[in-house]
């Protein structure tokens, strides 16, 4: 049992907690991608550490209509 969080197996936030498993890193910035975390991905299977890095990866901006769109 834990000295600290007094459980058998330790909560996440207790400092004796193990370190999550890391299961890869962001195809755009290279942050571990870990368990407790989502990820995100596209249809290529490249894995991302948020939609910002997806969409960053990917090139996609967001835009306004204007009049040469229709």
């Known amino acids: 049992m834990c ?3 007094q ?3 330790c909560d996440p936030r207790c400092p004796n907690a193990p370190e999550p498993k890391i299961h890869g890193y962001c195809a755009e910035c290279y942050e571990p991608l870990r ?4 990820y995100w991905t596209d249809n ?3 894995k991302f ?3 910002e890095c997806d969409e960053k990866h990917n090139g996609i901006i967001e835009k ?3 009049e040469d769109d229709e």
């Not at 368990?35 to 989502?38: E, T």
């Open 3 to 5: 000295d600290i969080c």
């Open 64 to 66: 306004e209509w204007d």
């Open 44 to 46: 290529d299977g490249n």
């Open 35 to 38: 368990d407790d975390y989502p």
């Open 49 to 51: 550490c948020s939609e």
């Open 7 to 9: 459980k058998i197996l």
